[in-house]
């Protein structure tokens, strides 16, 4: 199978059939696309029939002298307040087309598509779903944060936010004012901040994430139900 350009380490594809569900999976920097096994083995589990691929970011971790052997989707080296809005929007072109090409790979709409980051892949999956209309359906942001506090609500995204209540690399205060504020702009949203669990791609926080993704209904599937409804019982009465 021909794979996109951004290189592919770890895939599970169903045992028989067409993938139903594309899960790209995304690590965090300084690591590979090997950190995240854990998620895709339970997402295997729970959706067999679904694409679970998990792929390395583009560039070599720049924080170790001669990159080490670990990848990042944008530079931290001097890092700051004022530029890091500003590396993570200069990323999100070549990321948002690695995501379209993944679902084109596998001929599914956008709809079918679900992003789930660690630490700085949760970065980049909540600030392309943000940038770009109709790119994906999902969001488990493992552990991450917005590169700017967010102005609108996706258009018919669901986001899940898992955090760490002992996290001391992306606080989760942060996610916690991000939740509230796209509450407000009518977002679909989950935020849950498990204790005693730190900046790691923890198994409770993988098991809060499959419970979510089972039971959380999204508003447009309200929506589509209630129109159905209301038409059925405008038909009712001819």
Same mark, same amino acid.
């Given at each position: 199978m021909n794979t996109p350009a951004r290189s592919q380490a770890?895939?599970?594809?169903? @045992?028989?059939?067409?993938?139903?569900?594309?899960?790209?999976?995304?690590?965090?920097?300084?690591?590979?696309?090997? !950190?995240?096994?854990?998620?895709?083995q339970a997402?295997?589990? *729970?959706?067999? *029939?679904?694409?679970?691929?998990? #792929?390395?970011?583009?560039?070599a971790y720049d924080q170790i002298p001669g990159g080490g052997?670990?990848? *990042?989707?944008?530079?931290?080296?001097?890092a700051n307040d004022d530029n890091h809005a500003q590396r993570v929007a200069a990323a999100l072109p070549g990321f948002i087309?690695?995501?379209?090409?993944?679902? &084109? *790979?596998? @001929?599914?709409p956008w709809e079918r598509v679900a992003l789930a980051g660690f630490s700085q892949g949760a970065v980049m999956a909540l600030e392309a779903v943000q940038a770009e209309v109709a790119l994906a359906g999902r969001v488990l942001a493992f552990s991450?944060?917005?590169?700017?506090?967010?102005?609108?609500?996706? =258009?018919?995204?669901?986001?899940?936010l898992l955090h760490g209540l002992q996290d001391g690399t992306l606080p989760y205060q942060d996610q916690v004012d991000a939740a509230k504020r796209l509450v407000r702009l009518g977002a679909d949203i989950?935020?849950? #901040?498990?204790?005693? #669990?730190?900046?790691?791609?923890?198994?409770? =926080? #993988?098991?809060?994430?499959?419970? &979510?993704?089972?039971?959380?209904?999204?508003?447009?599937?309200?929506?589509?139900?209630? &129109?159905?409804?209301?038409? !059925?019982?405008? !038909?009712?009465?001819?």
């Open positions: 770890l895939a599970l594809l169903p @045992d028989k059939g067409l993938p139903e569900l594309l899960f790209l999976l995304l690590h965090g920097a300084g690591a590979d696309a090997s !950190q995240m096994r854990p998620l895709a997402l295997r589990a *729970q959706y067999p *029939q679904a694409a679970v691929v998990s #792929i390395n970011a583009p560039d052997a670990g990848h *990042q989707w944008y530079s931290l080296k001097d087309a690695t995501v379209r090409a993944w679902g &084109q *790979q596998f @001929d599914l991450g944060a917005y590169a700017n506090m967010p102005g609108h609500a996706p =258009l018919n995204v669901s986001l899940h989950t935020a849950d #901040i498990l204790p005693d #669990i730190g900046h790691e791609l923890h198994p409770e =926080l #993988i098991e809060k994430a499959m419970g &979510q993704l089972r039971t959380f209904v999204p508003a447009r599937v309200w929506r589509e139900a209630m &129109q159905a409804a209301k038409e !059925q019982g405008l !038909q009712g009465k001819d």
